[in-house]
């Protein structure tokens, strides 16, 4: 059984830093690309990065530069380190992975940016 469980969001204020986890378990880790997504209120979910096996990275153009996706391939774990954020990062964050011919995603976990 195929199983994210994020962790790491909160409140934070704009210009802040926040790191998210993401624990795989059910999958051969190592093999699969990873993403982040986020889905704020009213709006369709959208990519925020993702990150290959092999450690290639891409970023949605709203984050270049602020947040950067990383994975330990041994614990099976991917991270989103999230700096110089805004209120317009408020969200819910969603890992994700496709394995099996299926996509599957995590419970979620909230970031709120505010003063």
């Known amino acids: 059984q195929v199983r994210l469980v994020e962790s790491g969001g909160g409140l934070v204020q704009p210009g802040g830093s926040l790191r998210l986890s993401c624990a795989a378990s059910?999958?051969?880790?190592?093999?699969?690309?990873m993403g982040w997504y986020r889905q704020a209120a009213g709006l369709e979910r959208e990519l925020v990065a993702n990150?290959?096996?092999?450690?290639?990275?891409f970023y949605e153009e709203t984050v270049q530069g602020r947040f950067t996706i990383s994975r330990d391939n041994v614990r099976n774990t991917v991270f989103l380190k999230m700096e110089s954020l805004k209120p317009e990062d408020t969200a819910v964050y969603y890992c994700?992975?496709?394995?099996?011919?299926?996509?599957?995603w995590g419970q979620g976990t909230r970031v709120t940016v505010s003063a």
């Open positions: 994700n992975t496709g394995a099996y011919g299926r996509n599957f």
């Open positions: 059910g999958i051969n880790f190592r093999l699969y690309t």
């Open positions: 990150i290959t096996g092999g450690g290639s990275t």
